[in-house]
Nanobody
Framework: QVQLVESGGGLVQPGGSLRLSCVTS????????MRWYRQAPGKERELVAV???????NYADFVKGRFTISRSNAENTVYLQMNSLKPEDTAVYLC?????????WGQGTQVTVSS
């Protein structure tokens, strides 16, 4: 079955960096675009970044220039490098893939940006 497992979250000071990973299994990773979302307490889930099957990225305006999405088809893994973190980036970050009309989500990894 499809599995998405995120890791790499934690507590970081404003201006700091984190690298999130999402290890996948149960599907042919190289055939699918991948997405990172985030959800802060009391807020709607929002799309952060998308990467196509050939590695073309797209970003939400609020992370452009600070976050970088990448993928390793050899490792079935999608990454999110987050730099210049701000307190408003605090959220649970989730990995997502859409396969055959169904949404698949990981369990999420908590990112907290605070001094």
């Amino acid at each position: 079955q499809v599995q998405l497992v995120e890791s790499g979250g934690g507590l970081v000071q404003p201006g700091g960096s984190l690298r999130l990973s999402c290890v996948t299994s149960g599907f042919t990773f190289s055939n699918y675009g991948m997405r990172w979302y985030r959800q802060a307490p009391g807020k709607e889930r929002e799309l952060v970044a998308v990467i196509s099957t050939v590695g073309i990225p797209n970003y939400a305006d609020f992370v452009k220039g600070r976050f970088t999405i990448s993928r390793s088809n050899a490792e079935n893994t999608v990454y999110l490098q987050m730099n210049s973190l701000k307190p408003e980036d605090t959220a649970v970050y989730l990995c997502h893939v859409w396969i055959g009309g169904s949404d698949y989500w990981g369990q999420g990894t908590q990112v907290t940006v605070s001094s």
